[in-house]
C-alpha cells in the first residue's frame, strides 16, 4: 500500500491550497500557463501545506483537455509528496459510486475525495472501502460554507435534531471503523464561515480530519485545533484577483503565524 493519506495529512502544517483555475486570468495559451503556474505554485507553496485541493468544476468547464490537465497536475503533486484532496462533491447509487471510487481513489492512491452525503449510507460505503483499500480519506459534506447552506442542512427532525448533526453522527460512526492511528480515513467539511457549528461539529467527530473552506474570499478566519485543514483558494491561488507567487507565499506564511501561534492557556488556579 501508498502512504496513508491521513498520517501525511496530520504531520504537516494546517494549511490548504485551493486550485480553482479561471483562464481569464491567465496567459496564452491558457491551459499551459495554468499548467505551470501551479506546477511552480505547488513548489513555492507545498512546505507550508498540508495538501492541494483541486476543485473538479474548473477543470470540467475547460472541456476534456481540462480534465486531463487536472490529472497532469494530481500527478504533479504526488512527484513532490503534496497530499491531494479532489473536491468533486461526488455521490450516486452504489454502483455508480463505486464507479466514482474507481475514477478518483483507486485511481490516484493515498489522495482524498470530497462525497455527498445525500443518497444516504449505501451511496458512501464504496467511498469508505475504495480509501481503505487506496490508504485514501473521504471528505463527507456535513455544514458547507456557502450562505444557504441552512435550508436543508439545518432542518430539525423530529427529535429536534439538525440534519447537519445526524450526518455528523453518522460520520464519527464510519470514522471510528477506519482508525488510522489519531485520525480516520472518514473525514469531513464544515465550513471554515460557520465557527459555531464548528465547536459543536469537533466535538460529535472526534477522530475525523475536518476540512474547513471558506477562508479568505468567503469571510472565513482561520482556525487553530488539531486535525483542522484551513483551505483557501482564490485568496492563496489568485492573491489580489491574479496570479502571483510571492504574494501567494506571503499570504500563507501570514496564515500559519496566525493558525500556529499557541492558544492562550487558562490561568492555573493559585
Ligand atoms: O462547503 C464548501 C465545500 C467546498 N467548497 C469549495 O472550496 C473552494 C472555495 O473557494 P474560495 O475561492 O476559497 O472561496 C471552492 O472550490 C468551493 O467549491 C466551499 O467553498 N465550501
Given at each position: 500500500m501508498n502512504s496513508e493519506f491521513v498520517e501525511e495529512v496530520g504531520a504537516r502544517p494546517p494549511l490548504v491550497l485551493g486550485v480553482d483555475p479561471r483562464p481569464a486570468l491567465h496567459g496564452n495559451p491558457p491551459l499551459e500557463s495554468i499548467r505551470r503556474y501551479t506546477l511552480e505554485l505547488l513548489e513555492a507553496l507545498a512546505p507550508k501545506l498540508c495538501a492541494v485541493k483541486f476543485q473538479a468544476a474548473f477543470f470540467e468547464a475547460l472541456g476534456?483537455?481540462?480534465?486531463?490537465?487536472?490529472?497532469q497536475l494530481i500527478s504533479g503533486a504526488r512527484v513532490i509528496s503534496l497530499p491531494v484532496i479532489i473536491d468533486a462533491k461526488r455521490g450516486d447509487i452504489g454502483s455508480t459510486a463505486e464507479a466514482y471510487a474507481r475514477a478518483y481513489l483507486e485511481a490516484y492512491p493515498g489522495s482524498a475525495l470530497t462525497?455527498?452525503?445525500?443518497?444516504g449510507s449505501d451511496a458512501l460505503e464504496p467511498f469508505f472501502q475504495a480509501a481503505q483499500q487506496s490508504g485514501g480519506a473521504v471528505f463527507v459534506l456535513v455544514k458547507t460554507s456557502n450562505p444557504g447552506s441552512g435550508l436543508f442542512q439545518d432542518v430539525q427532525?423530529?427529535?429536534?435534531?439538525p440534519l447537519y448533526r445526524r450526518v455528523a453522527e453518522y460520520v464519527a460512526a464510519q470514522a471510528e471503523a477506519q482508525r488510522v492511528g489519531q485520525w480516520s480515513r472518514v473525514a469531513a467539511v464544515v465550513g471554515a464561515t460557520y465557527p459555531t457549528h464548528l465547536e459543536e461539529l469537533r466535538g460529535l467527530m472526534p477522530h475525523s480530519l475536518l476540512l474547513l473552506p471558506g477562508l479568505?474570499?468567503?469571510?472565513?478566519?482561520?482556525?487553530?485545533?488539531a486535525g483542522l485543514l484551513n483551505a483557501a483558494s482564490r485568496a492563496l491561488y489568485y492573491p489580489g484577483g491574479q496570479p502571483d507567487i510571492p504574494r501567494a507565499v506571503q499570504q500563507a506564511e501570514a496564515y500559519l503565524q496566525e493558525?500556529?501561534?499557541?492558544?492562550?492557556?487558562?490561568?492555573?488556579?493559585?
Open positions: 476534456a483537455p481540462g480534465f486531463a490537465l487536472m490529472h462525497v455527498n452525503p445525500y443518497l427532525g423530529s427529535d429536534g435534531k479568505g474570499a468567503q469571510g472565513g478566519t482561520p482556525v487553530r485545533g493558525l500556529q501561534t499557541p492558544l492562550p492557556q487558562p490561568d492555573l488556579p493559585q
